[in-house]
């Protein structure tokens, strides 16, 4: 298997534009992480699905950040409008079963100048 | 308190020393317990995980938990240059299935 799968691996935006950021799980794989990742704060748990479902989404910061799952291979993270705060390298991970380990994607490094 | 806490360090160990890596965690019902390891620019890897009171040892790696001083520590045996990383320690809090980490430790392996 290739691994976890996101794109774009770099994204520059300008304050205020959308930026939406992809990921592909491992196939066979029932759980979807999105991670945050910056010096301040580390790695925070934005949202993750199981089963294409959202679970849990007290972890994403706003109302400008939206997270969809349409299908098992596939999701995506959108932010709209963007701010420059939000300049990060966004994670994707995905598991399979309870409490197992997350496997993580290359991540994408979100500037917003 | 921080749901799981590590020094940051940085840690700096001589090539071919033991390095010894902490953290703690604030919730008792967690049952699993992870050690990623995070080289710069790059994404976190898992070197191993945990689940059971005790070690666990893979060829260098030890992990080590205690679940009553909630307190899980990882131990690098005769340390490389290329161990120079930053690690990650996560655990499932209260058993669920989203792994929280902490904010890492940086380790430094000095020839």
């Known amino acids: 298997d290739a691994g976890v799968i996101q794109s774009p691996r770099h994204e520059v935006t300008e304050m205020g534009q959308e930026v939406t950021l992809r990921c592909k799980p491992i196939?066979?794989?029932?759980?979807l992480f999105w991670y945050r990742q910056t010096m301040m704060r580390g790695l925070e748990l934005l949202i993750y699905?199981?089963?294409?479902?959202?679970?849990?989404d007290s972890g994403m910061p706003e109302d400008r950040f939206s997270a969809k799952m349409p299908n098992a291979s596939f999701s995506t993270l959108k932010i709209q409008p963007s701010e420059p705060r939000d300049s990060a390298v966004y994670f994707c991970?995905?598991?399979f079963g309870t409490g197992t380990e997350a496997f993580f994607g290359q991540g994408t490094r979100l500037t917003v100048v | 308190q921080k749901e799981v806490e590590q020094n940051s360090g940085p840690l700096s160990v001589p090539e071919g020393a033991i390095a010894s890596l902490n953290c703690t965690y604030s919730?008792?019902?967690?049952?699993?317990f992870f050690w990623y390891r995070q080289y710069s620019g790059k994404s976190p890897e898992l070197i191993m995980f945990?689940?059971?009171?005790g070690d666990k040892e893979d060829g260098r790696f030890t992990a080590q938990l205690n679940k009553a001083s909630q307190y899980v520590s990882l131990l690098i045996r005769d340390s490389q240059p290329s161990d120079s990383a930053t690690y990650l320690c996560?655990?499932?809090?209260?058993?669920?299935?989203?792994?929280?980490f902490g904010t890492g430790t940086q380790l430094k392996v000095e020839l």
């Open positions: 919730d008792r019902g967690s049952q699993s």
């Open positions: 991970a995905s598991s």
């Open positions: 945990i689940y059971s009171n």
């Open positions: 996560a655990v499932n809090i209260r058993g669920g299935n989203k792994l929280t």
């Open positions: 196939s066979g794989h029932d759980y």
């Open positions: 699905f199981n089963n294409n479902v959202p679970i849990d």
